[in-house]
């Protein structure tokens, strides 16, 4: 996929800068070319020594080399690339891009790309959280700049908290979805609606029935269907994730309410991937008060939510619908049966008998279940997962 893409890594002062070693190790081997270009500070956090080696050319800091005067021209460097990604960005790079200061060959070679740009976002929780980041941030997605959003966990600074730079191998992942968003856009005109996340069910003002499901699957489905060029409605129950780029993000709490907004998103559809964790009971009714705790045992008592999916199914025409089946035992013969009973053009299958599949992870082992057959896959990255699904439903609404 990256096989003979020219990558211009830049790298930033930031102490992540050590990842960008694994980072250009695995876009060299994914078969990118990549010239690496660091700002004066970055050479105190990872040697030019190490990222030549790896990037198999010699690092360009400055504009012109001091020894002989041979002049690194930016204007050619950003006519070469075919993405400038800058990972690690730190909040000062990103300030400048935003500002147009062109104090450093990065900063020059970025005015003068004409390439996709790319930013991995790498600094301290309170300067990630800041407004003027953030602020900047918007700024250059709004100028077509992809951001590369940074993990939450431990910081350098001992913090805990946003700012941590993506892992390579997400990067990887990331830059490859660029590219087949620029080449792929098959879905121009099509309307989808996703349903992703747990719902919740309230017992009371402070407790609540939910389940595990991260939302990660359904969002990489959205965003999947969005880079083909389709106008997606993602109605989601609990994440905690970002909503992915040129995607209307609908938030609910409960079944209900997911029910509704995902009848309404319906009429106007052109198909639909089921891919929430929706309750299937909720209680009879929720305490408006919080419920005290006495010696005795207590129960709850619950009524079933309404399936949306079968709802979806029964007035789905020849639009197309897919959902999703999460089985512990007899996995197959279930699945197939929710093929007949939603109505559902295909199923996908995941089982929690697989290691790294279902929730929580970022990957996922998937079998597709349609009319023709199954289609077994090897377990890969959800993103990889939502593309397989996007092109099968492509195949299906032909
Ligand atoms: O019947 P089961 O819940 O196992 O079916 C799973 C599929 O049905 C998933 O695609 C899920 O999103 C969808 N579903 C739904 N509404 C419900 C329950 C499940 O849309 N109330």
Redesign the pocket.
């Known amino acids: 996929m990256l096989k003979g893409k020219h990558i211009i890594l830049g790298i930033t002062g930031s102490i992540a800068a050590y990842k960008a070693a694994m980072l250009c190790r695995i876009l060299v081997k994914e078969g990118a070319e990549v010239r690496v270009i660091m700002t004066p500070l970055a050479k105190q956090f990872i040697t030019p020594l190490t990222m030549a080696t790896l990037s198999k050319h010699p690092i360009l800091v400055e504009f012109f080399n001091p020894e002989n005067g041979e002049w690194n021209s930016h204007v050619s460097l950003g006519e070469w690339a075919d993405m400038l990604l800058i990972a690690p960005a730190t909040a000062n790079t990103l300030a400048k891009m935003t500002t147009g200061i062109a104090d450093n060959l990065l900063l020059t070679t970025y005015l003068s790309a004409r390439s996709k740009v790319a930013v991995a976002p790498a600094m301290d929780l309170d300067m990630y959280a800041h407004i003027t980041t953030q602020n900047n941030l918007q700024t250059l997605r709004e100028r077509g700049v992809e951001v590369i959003e940074p993990g939450a966990g431990e910081l350098a600074s001992g913090l805990i908290g946003k700012g941590r730079m993506a892992e390579p191998e997400e990067i990887v992942e990331q830059v490859k979805a660029i590219f087949a968003k620029e080449c792929r856009k098959s879905l121009i005109g099509k309307r989808y609606i996703v349903?992703a996340g747990a719902t919740i069910e309230p017992i009371d003002p402070v407790r609540y029935i939910t389940n595990h499901s991260t939302g990660k699957m359904g969002y990489a489905i959205a965003e999947e269907l969005a880079q083909r060029g389709a106008e997606v409605k993602l109605i989601s129950g609990r994440t905690t994730l970002p909503t992915p780029t040129g995607v209307q993000r609908i938030d609910v709490l409960t079944?209900e309410d997911m029910y509704n907004a995902a009848v309404e998103a319906w009429q106007m559809a052109d198909g639909g991937v089921?891919?929430?964790?929706?309750?299937?009971y909720t209680p009879m009714s929720v305490a408006d008060h919080k419920l005290k705790k006495s010696d005795d045992d207590m129960s709850i008592a619950l009524r079933r939510?309404?399936?949306?999916?079968?709802e979806l199914g029964a007035t789905k025409g020849c639009r197309t619908l897919v959902?999703?089946?999460?089985e512990t035992d007899n996995e197959e013969a279930n699945a197939e049966g929710?093929l007949q009973r939603?109505n559902f053009d295909l199923v996908v299958l995941n089982s929690l008998q697989d290691a790294g599949a279902g929730f929580r992870g970022d990957t996922n082992k998937v079998t597709l279940i349609d009319r023709d057959g199954h289609e077994e896959h090897p377990l890969m990255s959800k993103r990889e997962v939502a593309a397989i699904i996007v092109d099968k439903i492509e195949k299906i609404s032909k």
């Open positions: 349903t079944a089921m891919c929430a964790a929706v309750a299937d939510t309404k399936d949306i999916a079968k959902g999703f089946a999460l929710k939603k």
